[in-house]
């Protein structure tokens, strides 16, 4: 079985101000792992994805986040982080042997202040 | 059409009373899933279809759930009989990519049941 655990539940960060986004996860098999945003009352839309390749994966925003196998992280980062991005972050993680079915950590709140 | 639609946004059932949402996928996109997400939780998975074959229920929390896709494309998730846990944001997402877990989410049907 595959899971996720998200340390963070939320993190309150001043406007500028660099953030990470911890994600620890828990699997037997190779794994695509992934980071979706979602804004108050809205879907949740994809940040970045890790499905093979470099380790150090860029996506929206200004966001990027490390695959660490040996540590079974996939930490996410922003260098300096905008009003805008407040939002609850999810860390997700799928696998051929779950069916590539996403199982998702319990999400993280990013409160950035003025 | 341009994004997942799902439908209707927000939902009020009385106990006992049956409900269906209905999710309306990127067009061409064969793989389509359904999510409960509980209030402050990360989503949680229910079903999976590809195309008119649902592949996976496991995820579905009883037999008072019921899904359908039955020409490939729109879905409908059905509550029978709801009772206040029912209580949840159902998110439903497509892709053409499911065998890596890249899911495009529709903004979900807020259902509450009192």
């Known amino acids: 079985a595959q899971s996720v655990t998200q340390l963070d539940s939320q993190v309150p960060v001043f406007e500028e101000a660099p953030v990470e986004l911890r994600c620890n996860y828990s699997?037997?098999?190779?794994?695509?792992l992934f980071w979706y945003v979602q804004y108050p009352n809205q879907g949740l839309q994809l940040l970045l994805k890790y499905l093979s390749g470099s380790t150090l994966v860029k996506g929206i925003n200004g966001f990027e986040a490390e695959f660490n196998k040996s540590q079974t992280s996939f930490h996410l980062r922003k260098p300096s982080v905008h009003i805008s991005d407040t939002a609850e972050y999810f860390c997700?993680?799928?696998?051929?042997?779950?069916?590539?079915?996403?199982?998702f950590g319990g999400g993280t709140r990013v409160l950035v202040k003025p | 059409g341009a994004g997942v639609s799902q439908s209707p946004r927000y939902k009020v059932a009385k106990r006992g009373q049956d409900v269906a949402l209905r999710c309306d996928p990127i067009?061409?996109?064969?793989?389509l899933f359904w999510y409960q997400q509980a209030l402050g939780q990360g989503p949680e998975f229910l079903t999976y279809f590809q195309n008119e074959a649902q592949l996976d229920k496991s995820g579905l929390p009883s037999d008072r759930f019921f899904a359908e896709r039955p020409e490939g494309s729109v879905s409908t998730l059905k509550i029978q009989r709801t009772q206040q846990e029912d209580s949840a944001v159902y998110l439903c997402?497509?892709?053409?990519?499911?065998?890596?877990?890249?899911?495009?989410f529709g903004e979900g049907s807020r259902l509450t049941v009192l």
């Open positions: 699997s037997s098999v190779s794994v695509y």
């Open positions: 067009s061409g996109h064969v793989s």
């Open positions: 997402a497509s892709s053409n990519r499911a065998n890596t877990g890249e899911l495009f």
């Open positions: 997700a993680v799928s696998s051929k042997a779950a069916g590539n079915k996403l199982t």
